[in-house]
């Protein structure tokens, strides 16, 4: 027999593990890690989104051009830095798009292994805009040897997509997918049209509810918007197009470019033909947007440093106009280089370009 305090004390434990075991059983499912912010633990749902109203948030948007999408960020003079989101977040913009070359930090063969340093670079990234509440356009940039050879390239395309949704599935509804920048060359309308289906549908597989940017062919211009053909069941689908109309004068003396210096000292003055010539190029857009009911969004669009600065000014500020009379949401091309709006040696904003990029703000 055993002994009475022993006794009252076995069933005492077997109480307290009793009560143990059933507040066990009503607990709620473990939590997230509330160390996490909150938009790493926030994944958007099926039909949630209404994508007219959240691309009307991507609104003023800024590109943080020549950095994560360089063969390796450095290369092409640009790393980002911490205070260039403070910066963006200050001035007013509401949107950050990321272009990132996966290309060149992925493995040759299957699975595509993309880099865990860099993917880790990514992350920063979109923390850094997330965390000062400006969305995040996360794009696929740069993919030259899709263009070149489609078909040789299209199961190393999709296997990055399956790591990067994998990766960022648990993030809130800023972050948004870019599926790809500029389709061109052999990678044709019709091959694209097809190949961003299967793009799409290994994004879903994680990502069910995230909203998704999708350029046209022929390098997400307005011809190739009229090429376009989207799965129509799919309505959380943001469509975008790049404006550097007109061209000349935009990518005067760009190096990348042949032939590009004999059009230096070329001025936009936003005479009454040129204004139209932009209307007329937007009402295009518009008309296709309307008839597919389909947000849009306005990725890239600049001027070259190698334009007068006024020139630069009105020409930003029309085409900026020219967007929010339209209802397109815009991202300009770029920060800090090129047709940059901020300068590096100064560490501050140029005026001109900043005053235009806030028109009608």
């Not at 990321?98 to 990234?125: E, K, L, M, N, Q």
């Not at 909203?211 to 046209?216: A, E, G, M, N, Q």
């Not at 000349?248 to 990348?256: E, L, V």
């Amino acid at each position: 027999m055993p002994h009475p305090i022993k006794k009252r004390h076995l069933i005492t434990t077997l109480f307290i593990a009793f009560l143990i075991f059933v507040t066990g059983c009503d607990k709620e499912p473990s939590k997230p890690d509330q160390n996490e912010p909150d938009y790493k633990n926030s994944p958007p749902t099926t039909g949630e989104i209404d994508v007219f109203a959240h691309n009307a948030k991507l609104g003023r948007g800024m590109n943080l051009g020549n950095a994560l999408e360089a063969p390796n960020e450095g290369d092409w003079d640009v790393v980002l830095e911490e205070n260039y989101f403070e910066e963006i977040a200050n001035a007013g913009f509401d949107a950050v798009r990321i272009p990132v070359r996966w290309s060149t930090h992925a493995a040759d063969s299957a699975p595509y292994t993309i880099d865990a340093t860099f993917f880790s670079r990514v992350d920063w990234a979109i923390d850094q805009a997330l965390s000062r509440e400006l969305l995040a356009v996360l794009d696929f940039h740069h993919f030259t040897d899709l263009m070149a050879e489609p078909e040789a390239q299209k199961a190393r395309f999709l296997g990055m997509w399956r790591q990067i949704a994998e990766r960022y599935q648990n993030y809130a509804a800023d972050l948004i997918f870019e599926v790809l920048n500029e389709p061109h060359d052999n990678l044709t309308a019709t091959l694209w049209n097809a190949y961003l289906i299967e793009a799409i549908n290994v994004i879903r597989e994680t990502n069910p509810g995230r909203t998704l940017i999708i350029d046209p062919a022929d390098w997400g211009s307005l011809v190739g918007l009229q090429k376009l053909q989207l799965p129509a069941e799919d309505r959380n689908i943001i469509v975008t197009f790049h404006y550097y109309n007109p061209f000349f004068f935009t990518h005067q003396g760009a190096d990348w470019v042949n032939g590009s210096d004999a059009w230096l000292g070329i001025k936009w003055s936003g005479t009454a033909s040129e204004r139209l010539a932009v209307d007329n190029d937007f009402q295009l857009v518009k008309n296709w947007a309307q008839n597919e009911n389909r947000p849009i969004y306005m990725g890239e669009f600049g001027a070259y440093e190698k334009a007068d600065l006024q020139s630069r000014g009105w020409w930003t500020m029309y085409v900026v106009l020219a967007a929010q009379r339209n209802e397109f949401s815009w991202a300009y091309w770029d920060f800090i280089a090129g047709f940059g709006a901020f300068d590096s040696e100064t560490n501050s904003w140029n005026q001109t370009l900043l005053d235009a990029l806030m028109a009608g703000k």
